[in-house]
């Protein structure tokens, strides 16, 4: 199943160290590596495993911010639920996903996620999740090298009021 079939189909599913700060180009870990999926925490992060069983933990979504989902008492934000579903869709457990640091963003956020595109049969995530309107675009200084591609995605589901573009 393609990731664009899965936009139009609801029904469809197919011990790195580096402190926050630390640009991924000074780091191989967990780059450019081939891993599985094991758990979809929200719209924009995943957990993820390696072939040969390494928990990579939390990986981050680069370029996107998802809407929240409900934590404790605080409830979802608008959007948050949806985002989430279509990200589970887009990499069910055991998916397999290639990650790839971006050279001009940290290694890891703030809550210790590692930073990463991810990539599903070719394609980023990060990408389809602005295109369905499912993520706004997260900016940073500097821009990730796929910044462009995101911001034509983020544009385009605006555009067409999209996902959480139409709902919120």
Known sequence: TSITALLSDPSSSDDHTA??????????????????VTYVVDGD????????????GRVR?????????AHGSEPADCYGD???????????PGATVTLTADPRQSD???YGRLLRYVDHQGEDLSTTMLAAGAARLYYSVPPPV?????????????DDARGLWDAC
């Open 108 to 110: 890891r956020d703030v």
């Open 61 to 69: 979504l680069l370029g996107i911010d998802a809407p929240e989902t």
């Open 45 to 56: 992060t995943v957990r993820l495993q390696t072939r040969d069983g390494r928990d990579l």
């Open 146 to 158: 796929r910044a462009w591609e995101h911001q034509l995605a983020a544009q385009d589901a605006q």
């Open 82 to 92: 949806t985002a989430t579903e279509l990200l589970a869709r887009l990499t069910p």
């Open 19 to 36: 402190a926050a700060g630390t640009p991924a180009a000074s780091s191989q870990a967990a780059s450019g590596v081939t891993a599985r």
